[in-house]
């Protein structure tokens, strides 16, 4: 080979060893980085998803926990309720709940029957079997508001929308609280224990009595709780005892219920309820 031709060859040479890659080698590349773009934006989009879920499909704690405990009714929904309880319940089931020929509608009973159940339950119970002459006779509005009344008197609160036929549902019952009692002051209408005595004048007293607590008014019977009553220290004077044939119940443990009256030197208790607890007033 001459010397020209030895030139021209390592003139390609040269060319040759620094020529771009063929077309179809840079589509590759490009064709490649598409592709991870395309995972990239993929596995954002899908952990986008994972962590952001629509609102409305998560329910919020009250809507997936809520209890009688939550404000499920109104005060003035428990007000007409405890009017309706008055005048078609209480003769069965006392003022008080505290059962008569009905069933306690409070404490451990309402626990034993309702704790832990829809609202609902309680609702249907009392709306189809209840007052027990005419059952379902007093309407759906006022059976819901004679749960609220009776929501309110196993302690738990009010709220600011009252309780409605189809609120009942998802709604758990827990045990009752104890209400807590007012507290006693002149004239509040109380129930105590005592030792009926009286003196040469025949004034009757309640002695060894137990501190005076608020009672329901209109209790019709003595409460269970009184039973086993502990006597105290405290001393009444009876008014109008001798309305109650006084003279066959001395020195027996009564129950009384009325209205106490404060004087600087004594207590008066008027009578609106006496009763035998035990035929010795011995503990």
Not at 49 to 68: D, N
Not at 76 to 85: E, F, K, L, M, V
Not at 190 to 211: F, I, K, N, P
Not at 232 to 253: I, N, S, V
Request: with cysteine; glycine share 8%.
């Amino acid at each position: 080979m001459g010397t020209d031709q030895t030139a021209a060859a390592g003139i390609v040479s040269r060319i040759m060893t620094h020529a771009p890659e063929p077309r179809r080698h840079e589509d590759t590349r490009r064709s490649r980085r598409r592709i991870l773009l395309s995972k990239t934006i993929v596995v954002f989009f899908v952990s986008l998803h994972l962590f952001v879920v629509p609102s409305a499909s998560v329910p919020s704690a009250q809507e997936a926990g809520k209890t009688v405990a939550d404000g499920v009714y109104t005060d003035a929904q428990a007000a007409r309720g405890a009017t309706a309880y008055e005048a078609s319940c209480a003769g069965c089931h006392r003022a008080d709940l505290g059962g008569g020929t009905g069933p306690a509608l409070r404490d451990r009973r309402f626990a034993e029957q309702y704790a832990n159940r829809d609202l609902k339950t309680l609702f249907t119970k009392i709306a189809t079997t209840m007052p027990r002459a005419t059952p379902g006779s007093l309407g759906d509005a006022t059976y819901l508001d004679i749960v609220a009344h009776l929501l309110r008197e196993n302690g738990f609160p009010a709220g600011g929308k009252e309780l409605a036929g189809d609120g009942l549902d998802g709604v758990r019952v827990l045990p009752g609280r104890p209400k807590p009692r007012p507290a006693v002051g002149d004239f509040s209408y109380v129930e105590v224990v005592g030792c009926l005595t009286s003196d040469a004048q025949h004034t009757w007293r309640l002695t060894r009595a137990s501190t005076p607590v608020s009672a329901a008014v209109s209790t019709s019977a003595t409460p269970a709780h009184a039973i086993d009553a502990p006597l105290g220290t405290e001393t009444y004077r009876l008014l109008d005892a001798m309305a109650y044939a006084p003279e066959t119940h001395k020195g027996q443990k009564m129950y009384v219920r009325g209205l106490l009256i404060k004087l600087p030197d004594e207590q008066r208790l008027t009578i609106s309820a006496i009763e035998t607890v035990s035929m010795t007033c011995t503990e």
